[in-house]
């Protein structure tokens, strides 16, 4: 008797465990295919953002910038890619986006929205336009941090610190990779100025001596 109730215990042990590896490899497939979904979305958005390239010479007008918002827009919820998007990620999607055609004093950065209403109202487009695509790049950027990809600011000469508050008003912390500033850089190429308005990092503005309290892992 002894011996059957061993052996019943043995087996219902051993279904439980077949069951557990059963579950744990249904849940890593789907993990594997949502990853490969999540990826596929990613490229389209990169595409959609291809007319805000780095290696632009011309700030965004305003036809680009609406142009880029509804591609945007159609990609995040037609296409139902969003779902795809960390919290994080969404932030700064959302307000890359909103930037593109929102009213100069609804610009975030608060700092950016401030530089703004003092310019005359064609500077004013011209720096939203430089803007725009600084603002974009980030966003790729956090896209490859999502898929654990290379990371870096080859593009961008430097990080401006209306930049880094973009960043801070998204809830990302600009304490942490790949946004920490590194004060010790090896020698490279010299790389042109980015910055397509020449207004970039001209205006002061206060960043925090230390990282805040509730700072978000990225």
């Given at each position: 008797m002894t011996a059957v109730m061993w052996s019943q215990a043995i087996g219902t042990a051993f279904l439980g465990v077949v069951g557990v590896w059963l579950a744990h490899n249904i849940r890593r497939q789907m993990r594997v295919k949502l990853a490969e979904?999540?990826?596929d979305a990613y490229v389209r958005l990169w595409t959609i953002t291809a007319a805000a390239s780095p290696s632009r010479t011309t700030p965004l007008d305003v036809a680009e910038r609406r142009e880029l918002c509804a591609g945007m827009d159609r990609w995040?919820?037609?296409?139902g890619n969003g779902v795809f998007m960390p919290r994080l990620?969404?932030?700064?999607?959302?307000?890359?986006?909103?930037?593109?055609?929102?009213?100069?004093?609804?610009?975030q950065p608060g700092v950016l929205a401030?530089?703004?209403?003092?310019?005359?109202?064609?500077?004013?487009?011209?720096?939203?336009?430089?803007?725009s695509i600084?603002?974009?790049?980030?966003?790729?950027?956090?896209?490859?941090?999502?898929?654990?990809?290379?990371?870096?600011?080859?593009?961008?000469?430097?990080?401006?610190?209306?930049?880094?508050?973009?960043?801070?008003?998204?809830?990302?912390s600009d304490w942490r990779r790949p946004w920490r500033?590194?004060?010790?850089?090896?020698?490279?190429?010299?790389?042109?100025?980015?910055?397509?308005?020449?207004?970039c990092g001209r205006r002061p503005i206060a960043a925090p001596t230390a990282p805040p309290a509730t700072s978000v892992q990225v």
């Open positions: 979904r999540q990826a995040y919820f037609d296409e990620t969404r932030n700064l999607f959302v307000a890359a986006q909103s930037n593109l055609i929102c009213p100069n004093d609804a610009v401030e530089e703004l209403a003092e310019l005359p109202a064609a500077d004013a487009e011209r720096r939203r336009g430089c803007v600084r603002h974009l790049s980030l966003l790729r950027t956090q896209l490859k941090v999502d898929l654990s990809l290379h990371l870096g600011f080859d593009h961008l000469s430097r990080i401006y610190p209306e930049d880094r508050a973009f960043l801070r008003a998204c809830g990302i500033r590194r004060p010790l850089r090896a020698p490279g190429r010299v790389r042109p100025d980015s910055c397509l308005c020449g207004a």
